[in-house]
């Protein structure tokens, strides 16, 4: 028999455990029935699909990224980036007046 040894955040160790345990299971246990389902349907037994709209979204995250990057700002802070947010609205404002 092999062992496994995996690394993981033990705040989600804890709550898997939580679940499991509600289920009856050691964290050993469900590890096993993960495989086994992987093996019974030939893949991961749930759904990794992107849904559209977060894909879209990522893709919108990494157009911004390069955007930013070939502009030379891509190290702004999260203040400096609201205050640019805050004037192109008062921009807008003042130019729909």
Not at 20 to 44: H, P, Q
Not at 59 to 79: K, V
């Amino acid at each position: 028999m092999a062992v496994l040894q995996v690394r993981v955040d033990d705040e989600l160790k804890n709550q898997a455990a939580a679940i499991y345990n509600e289920l009856g299971i050691d964290l050993s246990t469900a590890v096993r029935m993960f495989f086994k389902k992987s093996v019974l349907v030939g893949g991961i037994p749930f759904d990794t699909k992107i849904n559209e709209s977060t894909l879209k979204a990522i893709l919108a995250i990494d157009r911004m990224r390069t955007i930013s990057e070939e502009n030379g700002n891509s190290e702004m802070t999260l203040d400096e980036i609201n205050e640019e947010i805050k004037k192109a609205r008062e921009d807008i404002k003042k130019n729909n007046k």
